[in-house]
């Protein structure tokens, strides 16, 4: 149930968050975001949802590294995130993460491909090796021919798919994507959700998702309620969702290309 401790032996746990807390100022002015918050990661997808200030956001900047909570722990494989260095906390988020946020994450001067292989130009892949790996994403994600394209000469629905492209291109355990389909029209935004969860599903990684949108979590295989720093609710998908296992290929092959 919410909030209640969750033993370490789970299988196939990958991110693990105990006892949780965050709160931002001190005093009279303290915002208590997390409360106490206990939740495990496994495969497949999750959605975060809750009333605004709820804590959401606060919750998956702490799961991927990029928040430093003011108490509890979390861990990654078993690996604990919380008691790394500033440096080694990004090192591990740029290796085993990706993020897909509601707009803007592009660079409006690079064409499509380029924006997609920073992640793994970053992580010294040289240019071509990283071109060619990005526009083979770009095409998996039903993208080929847009490769030169920069971000300015796409849809919103296109611009965003270059980003779960560059969220997958280096093959992380976990994509956390907040309101990823919020600048987005209904019909475009069940779209990219279609690709968000099929392509995170197929190349094995999980996806955890911050949204407002009943919509968008009924993509998902599991789906949480936070209200004032605490989960309250949890709901799993009938069936089970769309659970995929790790993909036994060298990567992922939405769209019907093989990689
Ligand atoms: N940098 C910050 N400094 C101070 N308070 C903050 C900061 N970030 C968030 N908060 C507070 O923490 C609480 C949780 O915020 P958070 O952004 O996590 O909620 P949320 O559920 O994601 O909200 P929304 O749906 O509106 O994005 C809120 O009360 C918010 O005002």
Known sequence: MPDQPVPDTMVAMIISA???????GSGGIAAHALA??????EPGSLAIMGPSGSGKTTLLHCLAGI????????????Q????????????????????VFQSGQLLAELPANENVALPLMLDGMNHRLAIARSDEYLRMIGLAGLEQRRPGEL????????????????????????????????????????VLVGATGQAGAALVVVTH???????????????????????????????????????????????
């Open 67 to 78: 928040l430093r909570p003011t108490g509890g722990s979390v861990s990654l494989r078993g």
């Open 213 to 259: 949108d009943p919509g968008v979590a009924r993509h998902c295989d599991r789906t949480i309620t936070m209200r004032d720093g605490h989960i309250v609710a949890e709901h799993f998908a009938p069936g089970g969702g769309h659970v995929h296992g790790p993909s036994t290929s060298s990567g992922p092959s939405v769209a019907g290309v093989q990689r």
């Open 18 to 24: 105990r006892n949780l807390t965050m709160t931002y």
């Open 80 to 99: 604990q995130l919380t008691t790394l260095s500033d440096r080694d906390r990004t090192a591990l988020r740029r290796r085993d993460f990706g993020f």
């Open 155 to 194: 849809s919103g629905g296109q611009a965003q798919r270059v980003a779960i492209a560059r969220a997958l291109v280096a093959e992380p355990a976990v994509v956390f994507a907040d309101e990823p389909t919020g600048a987005l029209d209904q019909q475009t935004g069940q779209d990219v959700m279609d």
């Open 36 to 41: 106490g918050v206990n939740l495990d990661i």
